[in-house]
């Protein structure tokens, strides 16, 4: 090779492999981004599922005051974890604009649109206007359904809060145990539970009542048969607490004890009592508290009424929304760094091991939605339009039920509840590996 053509040959590979360096970089800082981005992505939703599972125990660890009327407390905040530049935080805050069971709220203290009657939309002024609506939805699993059914965004936030789909729980006795279902037939096993719970008395009493096809169908009917018999109201909590008619869950029942005044005021055979009841309620006892009885006893309602609005009441609430967020904050602040993820959850007490009923992301950032996006896409999924970037957090939970992943686990996570006020240290025992 001539002497003059080696050195521009030289400077040409040099500057290839130069920009070929220079290529592999530039691809690689995308591809290390990205990867970074997948992982902030994925802790999040640890983060998330840490919450959740936190508030599944700490609400599950009060079932049984929950079985007694009584309502749940929460923290007014947890330390999920520490991290590199501060604390992973879980705060709830206000699912009750009603104020009843602040932050938390009961669902059966809602109207049910699955299965509240039509008729009691028209008693109440705040669903005159949507009363057509509530109908079309009716087999609806989200009180959301309203807004793809006609309902304007300013009626639906002045409904939603006195709405649920979620006003459901077992058949239980207040020790827990399962009521007495009075089946079509009286059997040996239906008189042997009666005996054992109330008496020889009460088993022939009630074998006479199916002999002469009287038996009650319902607790309104349960009500009847007392009032016949000229039973003292005094013991009809007892009664009334120990028999279930239709099926092991009921559904549709509202919680004297925690719905607002407008809820109560649908029932048939409450109506104007329903201001009356709200007012009393601060100061029942734990025992008044644990009985539909206690507008009875407490002269709000008669005996000879009661019947009217007995099937459709209940003292407590098995499902309880918590509505949190969960972010970081500095070591010595009190604010979120950055906007947190919002989450609203359902928490189903009716088994000995509570669960989650549903979860909903509430709002996430643009970015962590976009990136969401992206990783859908990189996982192998198909290709998608410009609307990714509103899909909400977590992607990978958007086309199944809204259930968490939660550890096959029998043991329940330790966490330490008895602490000094301020935040609440959950333990690491709790965290998820990647956490």
Known sequence: MKPGVVLPVVLLIGISVLLSAVGLFALSVPAAERGWQRNQIAQREADVRSALELLRVHIGRQRESVLLGSAPDVE????????????????????DPTGVCSPLRAESGRLDIRVTPESWW????EFNAIAPNLAKVRGSTSVRSLLGAG?????????EPLLTVHAEGPELQLDGRQRIKLGAIWND??????TDRFG??????LADLYASDRVPQDLSGMVRVLQFFKVPVEDWSEILDGFSYQGDVARGRIDLNTAPEVVLSAVPGIGLAAGQIV????????????????PVLRDIISSEDFDECASYLTTRSFRWRVDFEVGLVEEDGEDFVSPPDRVSCVIDLGTPRPSLASWRPMNVDQTVQFLVGERRTEDGEDEEDDERDERPLPASRQTSPDVPSRSRSTEEPEFQLDVPAGATRAPSRSRPPNA
């Not at 028209?122 to 002024?125: K, T």
């Not at 096993?189 to 009666?194: F, K």
């Open 76 to 95: 007014p905040s947890w330390i999920l974890r520490e991290a590199p530049n501060g604390l992973v935080v879980l705060r709830p805050i206000d699912a």
């Open 122 to 125: 028209a008693s109440v002024p």
């Open 151 to 159: 309902v304007t965004p300013e009626d639906y936030a002045t409904v």
């Open 189 to 194: 096993d239906i008189a042997a539970r009666v």
């Open 200 to 205: 020889q008395g009460a088993a022939d009493a």
């Open 279 to 294: 007012a009393t309620r601060a100061s029942l006892s734990a025992q008044e508290r644990s009985t539909i009885v206690w």
